[in-house]
C-alpha cells in the first residue's frame, strides 16, 4: 500500500462532506417535489372523483339548446336565456 500524505487524505475528506452535504440538500428537494406530486395527485383524484359523482345537472354544458332541455325539465320556474342569434349583438333596449 501507498504511503499517502495527510494533505491528500484531507482533500479527500472534505471532498466526501461536501458531496455527503449537497447529497442531503437534494434529498430535501426531493421530498419537497414528491409531497407536492402526491398533493397534486390527491387533488386529481378528488376532482374527477366529484366530476363523476355530480349529477348530470351539476355538470356544465357548452350546447344552448342542451341548456334549454336540462331548463324545460326543472319545469316554468327556471329561465335560460338561450340567444336566437349566437352571432348578434346584445342591446340594452
Known sequence: MENRPPQHDARAKRLIDRLDRAAR???AVLLVLAIGLAALDITGFVAVTVRDAAPSLA?????PSDAARRAGALGPS???LVPTKPGAQITGR
Do not use: K
Open 25 to 27: 440538500e437534494i434529498n
Open 59 to 63: 355538470r356544465g354544458s357548452v350546447d
Open 78 to 80: 327556471v329561465a335560460v
